[in-house]
């Protein structure tokens, strides 16, 4: 499955509505980890192709979605999203955890693995 583009309208319907809820509270069936990146930022450049990779080995298990910070500036915003790549995981039950930088393919399983599918 490959990686799905994300818009402030459907982070609302499918993930959060961050505009009417207080509490966090996950709408998806399946984690899903949200990329924050822009088109000219090279550190982003290397990791998109690791997250199409993920995004096809977690097929079912896992949904990997992109958010350019350059077009969807306010759902950056409601991250306060100062550094890209941004990466936040997404647990079904628990609270989603941010990380900044680009990280390597393994540290990315590491935490599907332990974090995300546990």
Known sequence: MPTVKLTAEKFKSDIFDYTTEKEWKYK???PAII???ADWC???KMVAP???ELSDEYTDKLIIYKVDTEVEQEL???FGIRSIPS???I???AQPMMQAGALPKAAFKEIIEEELLK
Do not use: H, K, M, Q
Request: glycine share 10%; net charge negative.
């Open 76 to 78: 950056s915003a409601v």
């Open 42 to 44: 090279g550190p982003c």
């Open 35 to 37: 990329d924050f990146y």
């Open 28 to 30: 998806g069936n399946v």
């Open 91 to 93: 647990p079904r039950e």
């Open 87 to 89: 990466l936040l995981f």
């Open 50 to 52: 690791l997250l199409e």
